[in-house]
């Protein structure tokens, strides 16, 4: 069974700060993606890592993939309230199936 | 592109009916879509992998019977859950996995059973 382990599982942050969360699994995945989901809404894709080393960024948001591809790190730079959600890392399994980490609820305090 | 409607978003039915719930790619075709489940604060959970034109694969511990999955094109899928009780109140969330094999996720459904 594949598992990924996501850390922090929440972080409370003020303004400004800067945050990583952590996703870590004895597994290899062929991809890894990560999502932010709103309360009542689904997950909205923000990145896919492909390649093992592979780094990605998004604004403030930069993505790493392990050199392994068992593991990636999201970090936030200078939070803001609009950051504020629950991050979700997920990885490709078999069957092209998703296996998702328990989530990291983020909130940043202005 | 790439969107995924659910239909109903929320819905609150008494315990012992069943309540459908349909899942749609609106602007790709979805060789694969996928159920899941999720409960407040936590992570989603697979349910089921449904295929279109066979018969649904479902996770350890999820019963065939107890959610009922229909994929009659390549367009919809649609979870029925039969004879509910409150413990399946949840968040259910459909994606959709097009040619690129990327899932592309629904906006969930709320249900909430009385």
């Known amino acids: 069974t594949q598992l990924l382990e996501q850390s922090p599982q929440f972080l409370s942050i003020q303004e400004g700060e800067n945050l990583t969360v952590y996703c870590n699994s004895s597994?290899?995945?062929?991809?890894l993606q990560w999502y932010r989901q709103e309360p009542g809404e689904g997950p909205v894709l923000l990145v896919t890592?492909?390649?093992?080393?592979e780094v990605k960024k998004l604004k403030r948001l930069t993505f790493q993939f392990g050199d392994a591809r068992k593991d990636s790190s999201l970090h936030i730079t200078a939070a803001q309230p609009g950051d504020t959600g629950l991050y979700l890392c997920?990885?490709?399994?078999?069957?092209?199936?998703?296996?998702f980490g328990a989530g990291t609820i983020l909130r940043v305090k202005s | 592109g790439a969107v995924v409607s659910q239909h109903p978003s929320w819905v609150i039915c008494k315990s012992g009916t069943s309540v459908k719930i349909e899942c749609r790619s609106l602007?790709?075709?979805?060789?694969?879509m996928f159920w899941y489940r999720q409960f407040p604060k936590q992570s989603l959970m697979l349910m089921a992998t449904?295929?279109?034109?066979?018969?649904?694969?479902?996770e350890q511990g999820v019963e065939k019977d107890k959610f009922l999955i229909n994929h009659a094109s390549l367009t919809l899928s649609t979870l029925t859950v039969t004879s509910a009780h409150p413990e399946d109140s949840s968040f259910y969330i459909c994606?959709?996995?097009?040619?690129?094999?990327?899932?592309?996720f629904g906006p969930g459904t709320r249900l909430t059973v009385l």
């Open positions: 994606s959709a996995d097009g040619f690129t094999d990327t899932q592309y």
């Open positions: 597994s290899v995945f062929s991809s």
């Open positions: 890592v492909v390649t093992g080393g």
């Open positions: 997920a990885g490709e399994g078999y069957g092209n199936k998703l296996v």
């Open positions: 602007d790709f075709q979805a060789t694969t």
């Open positions: 449904s295929n279109e034109g066979s018969k649904a694969t479902y």
